[in-house]
């Protein structure tokens, strides 16, 4: 068979195999926030201004359920990240009276928290905006903001990722395949390689194809560098 041709099928391949992950990443991220809602509806006494369950989860429910093999998608910085972020936003908002202001320095604060406790998670960013232009009498302009509804919100969901990925047969928290290493060569990876391993591991990688190769195929030069002697 023609390389092109096989190229062509095997990105098809893959299409295929994408699109039935993400018709079950949309089921399964929609039964979460739904169960999450109902769940902290009934815990929390709802009145007519009463916040039960906290919109930023939405993104976070896109990353754990379509992507759970990314490291910003793991239980530590979805539950870390909202928390971290929300107390940011929090503290933010009683030092600094200008909203604007306190909005820029309760994300950037808050991205810098993250990443010292490893925990970073881009939907906190979200989290930390909520609470540090929270309205006065708004719930989220108190500390107790964190237990009721994000904590609550946040270990609901992430209790709904465990179970679903479990059912559908991948890991989560996510666990990196043990794969050999391989004897010394000097060969080249094709994208028809690249294509069967994405299809055998049937995994949504947060990284494009085409940035994939290209770093396989940087590796790649990088060694044949090395062993003639022209490597820096």
Known sequence: MPKQVFRKAGSALVSRLNANRWLTAALGAGLAI???????????????????????????AVLAF?????????????????LIAASVGLATRSAVPEPWLAAGLAVGLAIAAMNLLRCLHPPAG??????????????????????????LDVVLLLLCALVWHRLTGH?????????????????HIEDSDLDAVL????????ISRQDLLALLHAAEARVVSRLSGKAD
């Open 126 to 151: 979200g989290t930390a905006l909520l609470t540090a232009l929270a309205m006065p009498g708004d719930p989220a302009g108190h500390w107790s903001y964190l237990i009721m509804p994000l904590g």
């Open 66 to 82: 379509v992507l759970p093999a990314s490291p910003l998608s793991q239980p530590w910085p979805v539950l870390g990240g909202h």
């Open 199 to 206: 299809a055998e591991w049937d995994e949504t990688l947060d």
């Open 171 to 187: 890991s989560y928290p996510h666990r990196t395949a043990a794969v050999a290493a391989s004897s010394p060569w000097v060969g």
């Open 34 to 60: 739904a169960l999450t809602s109902l769940v902290a509806h009934g815990v929390i006494s709802a009145g007519p201004h009463t916040p039960w369950i906290v919109a930023s989860l939405g993104a976070s």
